[in-house]
């Protein structure tokens, strides 16, 4: 497989590694954007792929909440100058509210929520007329609480990151557990839920890169075990280091004010969507010839 430019550049900005380094490890594994990534760790040269590595899309996030009912969402729109305005935030309110009581398990059945004679589809394209802009609701997430616990939740940048939690305890731990979500993006909330597959495939890397290291293979086995529990220490949040305390764990403050944490979601605008980025000279050449 022909190895490209444009190839190389993206594996770079992945990992951080060389430009030499990342075309070698692209003509090593034939191309495979993740096999090649893997094969830079395996050699100490360069440290996880980020999870959203280029994060294009436009909108808001936002949390609305009901009783013992919480929804969190993403509500997108194609520029960040749409997202400002106030039409724009005038219907993330209003949505809010329309799925926190409707309590729709997907986008599907949100869509098709009857509101003021139309639905909420039709709702949204009478938005994208208005605004001039397609605005689309892109997921959701309806989140059930007990009445002994709470919700906390926190937005970052008026809602470029949201978070919610729900926490068995105290109110201000439930919010503060949604600002770390917000801050430090863990993957997990504890050991437990990360995967086997996930933690197996770190291992199988941990262990190549540090046998190529040159360590003695009678301690490659300590070590991996060492960077394992950093590893998982580093992705679930009951055992990083509190953002607002870096001297406990987020489950040593939430026990010290006698709670538990019990879930969270993060949200952030645009995770996983690339978006185009078009030449603007070409582009509105490309509109007069048309």
């Not at 094969?39 to 909440?65: H, M, P, Q, T, Y």
């Not at 009912?69 to 749409?82: G, P, Q, R």
């Not at 960077?227 to 764990?249: N, S, W």
């Not at 403050?253 to 690339?274: D, H, M, P, Q, Y």
């Amino acid at each position: 497989m022909a190895i490209t430019a444009a190839m190389v550049k993206e594996l770079r900005e992945k990992t951080s590694a060389g430009m030499m380094d990342c075309k070698k490890a692209l003509v090593e594994t034939n191309g495979d954007m993740s096999a090649a990534i893997d094969w830079l760790r395996e050699r100490g040269i360069a440290k996880a792929a980020k999870k959203s590595d280029r994060v294009a899309a436009e909108g808001l996030c936002s949390v609305a909440i009901e009783g013992n009912t919480a929804v969190i969402f993403e509500l997108n729109s194609e520029t960040d100058f749409v997202a400002k305005n106030e039409q724009f935030l005038t219907l993330l309110d209003k949505l809010g509210k329309i799925l926190v009581a409707n309590k729709p398990a997907t986008v599907e059945e949100a869509l098709a929520i009857e509101v003021e004679g139309t639905t909420v589809d039709g709702m949204l394209i009478e938005a994208t007329s208005t605004i001039g802009e397609k605005i689309t609701l892109r997921r959701l997430t309806v989140v059930e609480k007990a009445d002994n616990e709470f919700f906390g939740s926190y937005l970052h940048m008026g809602g470029r990151i949201a978070a919610l939690t729900v926490v068995e305890g105290k109110e201000e731990v439930a919010k503060d557990a949604a600002m770390h979500a917000a801050a430090i993006n863990p993957q997990y909330l504890t050991v437990e839920q990360v995967p086997a597959e996930v933690v197996a495939k770190e291992r199988e890397i941990l262990t190549q890169e540090a046998l190529n290291e040159g360590k003695p293979a009678n301690i490659v086995e300590k070590m991996v075990e060492g960077r394992i529990r950093k590893f998982l220490a580093d992705v679930c949040m009951l055992e990083q280091p509190f953002v607002k305390d870096g001297d406990v764990t987020v489950a040593k403050f939430a026990a010290n004010n006698g709670s538990t944490i019990k879930s969270f979601i993060r949200l952030e605008v645009g995770e996983g969507i690339e978006k185009v980025v078009a030449n603007f000279a070409e582009e509105v050449m490309s509109q007069v010839r048309a």
